[in-house]
C-alpha cells in the first residue's frame, strides 16, 4: 500500500484538538480520515508528528496514510481538500514517501509559534487566533528569562500533571521573541524549537514568559522556577488560541522538490 504525507493547515478553535475523540467530538484527525473515506471506502487511521489540544492551531502539521490506491500527490491533495470542505483544514501539500516513513517517529524538530497582541480594544479579525493582555510587555526582560530555558533541562515545572510523557528532560533548542506592530496596539510572537515537546510545555513557558514581561515577575525567577521542578512553581498557563504548531522538521523534508 502506498503511504503519504500530508502537510495540513488547520484552525483549531471548532476542534477538541487534533486526535480523534471517543467521545464522538470534532477533531481535526476525525476530520482528515472522514474525507478519506469518501476516496476510498472504510476505516482508516492516520498518524501525525504532534497532537495538538483543544484551541489549537496548526501552519504545517504532518500526518501520514496508507492507502490502497496509486494516487498522484496533487490529485490526492486536491480532492481531500474538496471533501474537507468546509471545515476549516487545509491539506497544502501531499507526498509519496517510503513504507519506513512515520509523521511522529521520524520527525527531528518540531517547531510552534505563540502569537501575542498587547492593546486595549478586543481584537476583532484574529479572535480566537491569539492571546490578548491589555498592556505593552517588556521584551528584554521577556528574552532574559527566556535565556535560562535554552538547552538540556528537566522541565518538570513546566509540564502538565496529565503529560503521558516517559521523562520531563527536554532539550530545548530555541525560545526567539520578536515585536512587530499591530493595529492599535503591539504583536509578540515567541518562536520555540525542539526535538519534541511535554504537554502544555509551551503554554506553560509561554504564560510564565508574560509575567516577566508584565514585570510580576524579574527574569531570574524563571531560572528558579525550572530548578525547582515542580509544577507549582510554574507561571500561569496561557490559553491555547495564540499557539501554532508552525512546522516539523525530517531528516529529508518529504514536501522538497
Known amino acids: 500500500m502506498p503511504r503519504y504525507a500530508l502537510k495540513i493547515e488547520y484552525d483549531g478553535g471548532p476542534f477538541a484538538g487534533w486526535q480523534r475523540q471517543a467521545q464522538g467530538l470534532a477533531s481535526v484527525q476525525g476530520a482528515v480520515e472522514a474525507a478519506l473515506a469518501r476516496l476510498e471506502p472504510g476505516p482508516h487511521t492516520i498518524a501525525a508528528a504532534g497532537r495538538t489540544d483543544a484551541g489549537v492551531h496548526a501552519l504545517g502539521q504532518v500526518a501520514h496514510c496508507d492507502l490502497a490506491r496509486d494516487w498522484a500527490p496533487f490529485r490526492l491533495g486536491e480532492a481531500l481538500n474538496h471533501h474537507l470542505r468546509p471545515a476549516p483544514v487545509a491539506v497544502l501539500a ?25 492593546r486595549r480594544a478586543p481584537v476583532t479579525h484574529d479572535r480566537g487566533r491569539v492571546w490578548q493582555v491589555q498592556n505593552p510587555l517588556d521584551i528584554d526582560a521577556m528574552r532574559q528569562g527566556a535565556a535560562y530555558l535554552v538547552g538540556h533541562h528537566d522541565f518538570t515545572t513546566f509540564r502538565s500533571t496529565l503529560c503521558q510523557a516517559k521523562s520531563p528532560v527536554k532539550s530545548l533548542d530555541e525560545i526567539s521573541i520578536e515585536e512587530l506592530p499591530y493595529p492599535g496596539g503591539i504583536e509578540y510572537r515567541l518562536f520555540l524549537r525542539a526535538r519534541s515537546f511535554l504537554h ?55 514536501f522538497a522538490g
Open 94 to 118: 501531499v507526498a509519496q514517501v517510503e513504507d519506513d516513513f512515520h509523521a511522529r517517529f521520524s520527525a527531528r524538530e518540531r517547531r510552534y509559534v505563540f502569537r501575542l497582541i498587547a
Open 200 to 254: 502544555n510545555q509551551v503554554r506553560s513557558i509561554t504564560g510564565t514568559l508574560e509575567r516577566v514581561g508584565a514585570g510580576a515577575w524579574p527574569p531570574e525567577r524563571v531560572a528558579e522556577a525550572l530548578a525547582a521542578r515542580d509544577r507549582a512553581a510554574c507561571g500561569p498557563v496561557c490559553p491555547p488560541q495564540g499557539l501554532y504548531l508552525s512546522g516539523v522538521g525530517y531528516p529529508a523534508d518529504p
